[in-house]
């Protein structure tokens, strides 16, 4: 099992950057695949971002593609996600995951078992 706790959200300006930081508890972090998710109000929760655990390759949604970068520090059990040239449609609660699935469809919610509580990003115009 593992824990997730999500950090660094916040309020910034339209253009700005944030870096959000995903804490995992546990010894075997580096065995999991790692996704971020947002959800905005009003609309369902959303595929941002993943990391492989075993090469780690990086997937991106198409809205993000070129704006943020995934990352992953196994010798803190941490993942980044650094968003850069912040747009309002950003705003969103971000939502840290983790699998120890082979084989996924990273974009969906369903393959991953461990979700943190989120945080909130709001970018003002």
């Known amino acids: 099992q593992v824990q997730l706790v999500e950090s660094g959200g916040g309020l910034v300006q339209a253009g700005g950057s944030l870096r959000l930081s995903c804490a995992a508890s546990?010894?075997?972090?580096?065995?999991?695949?790692m996704g971020w998710f947002r959800q905005a109000p009003g609309k369902e929760r959303e595929f941002v971002a993943a990391?492989?655990?075993?090469?780690?390759?990086?997937y991106y949604a198409a809205a993000v593609n070129g704006r943020f970068t995934i990352s992953r520090d196994n010798a803190k059990n941490t993942v980044y996600l650094q968003m850069n040239s912040l747009k309002p449609e950003d705003t969103a609660v971000y939502y840290c995951?983790?699998?120890?699935?082979?084989?996924?469809?990273?974009?969906?919610?369903?393959?991953?078992?461990?979700w943190g509580q989120g945080t909130q990003v709001t970018v003002s115009s």
């Open positions: 995951a983790a699998t120890q699935k082979w084989g996924i469809v990273v974009v969906r919610q369903d393959e991953y078992n461990y």
């Open positions: 990391i492989r655990s075993s090469d780690s390759n990086t």
């Open positions: 546990g010894r075997t972090f580096s065995t999991y695949f």
